[in-house]
């Protein structure tokens, strides 16, 4: 048995990063759609944002019933439904069509964020960190892949926009095997009545909980700019247009995370934490200066270090939550986290995009620069402050 669960362990860490991949294919092939149909960047970035969108209302509720109704029924349903976005995808002809597909993707991604991260931290009980860790690498890691799968099969294969859908289909097939096999993880299943509620967490892990919800708001909406506009930026202000480079620079950052977090993966989750979201200061700001210089090397190097930014920001936060949570309402707390993360994937691109028609995508992105620098300066004088007395205090309750 503890065999079997080990093995399931590992491909529901499979099944995560195959979801993640998928969602993420599309992104440098949003300029091949954007050329060939003739839409304005403001409404690249709803395509991309309507993801988070839908994904948020979906974390809400599927992050309640898989408590109630267990995470194999869950995660099964929202594997089919990430397989019709990629279906959807593979079929477009048109601007709706890319929305629809886009929505089911972020339908299938509420689903099973969440549920898989508690599905995770439940067959390895005794070893919360470690499933915390194959959680953020698993959706770090195939955030990453995506993209530089879409760029190379686009380029360099047949069907540039059909091939990539058809393979992540594929590769979906031993994750539907493996959990269509899986017991249910949940010991004891919630047995309140279900109703809609907002997100909530017990009022004594608010303050942090909020330290990591908005340092992983902070890591997620930078990784958000580099999934959606970041290949336009490269392709345009550097003149760089092959598609398997525009999507290698969302490779190399988000490789750089999933890195940073198998090699640190012992820090603790406040150093994790702090030092993240100095190096997402470092990186953006070395990204906007590589433009006017024209610097390639200043351009691979700052996506390394936001990479690695981003990496040990967001590991650090999902540690502090999953460490955080009550067994009992693990899926709705996690799941609670991933609405701020999404929120900071949807809303600040979508600013970022409809501000590069207004002003140009180079002054978009300086300005959401500056912000996150703000954000993330103010976020790292908290947690050394206050974020290790708020755990004692958790300790002695």
């Known amino acids: 048995?503890?065999?079997?669960?080990?093995?399931?362990f590992w491909f529901v860490g499979y099944t995560l990063l195959?979801?993640?991949?998928?969602?993420?294919?599309p992104s440098p092939l949003y300029s091949v759609y954007q050329q060939q149909w003739g839409f304005s960047s403001g409404v690249l970035t709803l395509i991309f944002a309507i993801y988070a969108f839908v994904l948020i209302p979906s974390l809400l509720i599927f992050g309640q019933l898989s408590d109630r109704?267990?995470?194999?029924?869950?995660?099964?349903i929202g594997l089919l439904i990430s397989a019709a976005g990629s279906a959807v995808f593979a079929l477009s002809s048109n601007l709706i069509l890319l929305f629809i597909?886009?929505?089911?993707?972020?339908?299938?991604?509420?689903m099973m964020s969440g549920t898989a991260t508690a599905a995770l931290v439940e067959l390895r009980p005794n070893h919360r960190k470690t499933a915390s860790l194959v959680a953020s690498i698993a959706t770090a890691g195939g955030t990453a892949v995506g993209p530089i799968l879409g760029g190379v099969l686009a380029q360099y294969g047949p069907m540039p926009l059909i091939l990539p859908y058809i393979v992540h289909l594929i590769l979906f097939i031993p994750g539907c095997i493996t959990i269509f096999a899986m017991n249910e993880t949940i010991k004891t299943k919630s047995t309140s009545r279900w109703h809609l509620q907002r997100p909530s967490i017990p009022v004594?892990?608010?303050?942090?909980?909020?330290?990591?919800?908005?340092?992983?708001?902070?890591a997620w909406s930078v990784t958000a700019l580099f999934m959606s506009l970041v290949p336009s930026y490269v392709s345009s202000l550097m003149g760089?247009?092959?598609?398997?480079?525009?999507?290698?620079?969302?490779?190399?950052?988000?490789?750089?995370?999933?890195?940073?977090?198998?090699?640190?993966?012992?820090?603790?989750?406040r150093i994790s934490m702090m030092s993240g979201l100095i190096l997402l200061i470092v990186g953006l700001i070395g990204f906007v200066l590589a433009v006017p210089s024209q610097s390639i090397t200043l351009l691979i190097i700052s996506t390394i270090i936001t990479g690695l930014g981003q990496g040990l920001a967001f590991m650090g936060s999902m540690q502090l939550v999953?460490?955080?949570?009550?067994?009992?309402?693990?899926?709705?707390?996690?799941s609670t986290l991933y609405v701020v993360?999404?929120?900071?994937?949807?809303?600040?691109?979508?600013?970022?995009?409809f501000g590069a028609v207004w002003i140009g995508l180079y002054a978009a992105i300086s300005i959401f620069t500056c912000f996150i620098v703000a954000l993330a300066t103010l976020m790292t004088v908290w947690i050394k402050v206050k974020l290790k007395t708020e755990m004692n205090n958790l300790v002695t309750q």
């Not at 109704?69 to 099964?76: A, D, E, I, P």
């Not at 597909?101 to 509420?110: P, T, V």
């Open 322 to 334: 999953n460490e955080i949570a009550p067994a009992n309402q693990r899926g709705n707390v996690v």
């Open 69 to 76: 109704l267990g995470r194999k029924k869950v995660l099964l």
């Open 341 to 353: 993360i999404y929120i900071g994937v949807g809303l600040p691109t979508i600013g970022i995009g």
């Open 1 to 8: 048995m503890v065999k079997k669960n080990t093995l399931i």
């Open 18 to 25: 195959i979801l993640m991949v998928g969602a993420n294919i």
């Open 101 to 110: 597909a886009r929505g089911l993707q972020g339908l299938a991604a509420g």
């Open 240 to 269: 760089i247009h092959n598609l398997a480079i525009t999507g290698g620079v969302v490779f190399l950052m988000l490789g750089a995370s999933a890195v940073a977090q198998l090699t640190f993966k012992n820090l603790s989750f």
């Open 204 to 218: 004594t892990l608010r303050t942090p909980f909020t330290m990591g919800a908005i340092t992983a708001f902070a």
